[in-house]
């Protein structure tokens, strides 16, 4: 199975999000997140996912004589490889960016449930921007945001700290031929006034 087909499950998708920001968590945490997913799908997925390296087991613990385990996201393993994203349509892409959307809107809704929202106190944002910028303008863009949020993606939960899920989105509008400059020359003549 290829790294799309695997991450791009709509429930797949949802267990990776699940471990978004170091977490740990057993299957019955995981379950109790995911409550709406019957529990033999989410087994067989979890093993799906821990077989193609995506989630790893970092502790096991006997529980009643059965053994629980702790699993953690394997973040590196948990993108699509470069290769197959080359190699997809365009039908494909859209696809794609349809599962990470839905994915989205699945957690602005969880959110928006929540009792009661508030998007001011909790920091909930939603803005949409164009920038004009070169390739390599672009590329230093993503250095910079890289920098800002690396050390950020490394924080382990703690005290104080709320778990925020990021979204981020690029995409170059269709190329345009440039606008050309007006014509001088076609300009409206204003009429003098006669000094009398």
Do not use: C
């Amino acid at each position: 199975m290829g790294s799309a087909d695997l991450l791009l499950h709509p429930v797949r998708l949802r267990i990776v999000k699940a471990f978004l920001g170091d977490r740990a968590l057993t299957t019955s945490q995981l379950a109790a997140e995911l409550d709406d997913v019957p529990s033999g799908s989410l087994y067989r997925h979890v093993a799906l996912l821990t077989k193609a390296g995506v989630l790893q087991v970092v502790a096991e613990r006997r529980v009643r004589g059965a053994v629980e385990r702790t699993y953690t996201l394997r973040l590196f393993a948990a993108r699509i490889d470069p290769g197959e994203v080359k190699a997809m349509t365009a039908e494909e892409h859209g696809q794609a960016f349809m599962a990470y959307v839905a994915g989205m809107l699945a957690d602005a809704d969880r959110y928006l449930a929540s009792e009661p929202p508030d998007p001011i106190r909790d920091g909930a944002d939603y803005q949409v921007g164009a920038l004009w910028l070169t390739d390599a303008e672009f590329a230093e863009l993503l250095r910079e945001l890289s920098i800002v949020f690396r050390p950020r993606l490394a924080n382990p939960p703690g005290e104080g700290r709320r778990r925020r899920m990021v979204y981020t989105v690029f995409l170059p509008a269709p190329a345009q031929p440039a606008a050309e400059p007006p014509d001088q020359s076609k300009r409206p003549r204003t009429k003098r006034k006669r000094s009398s």
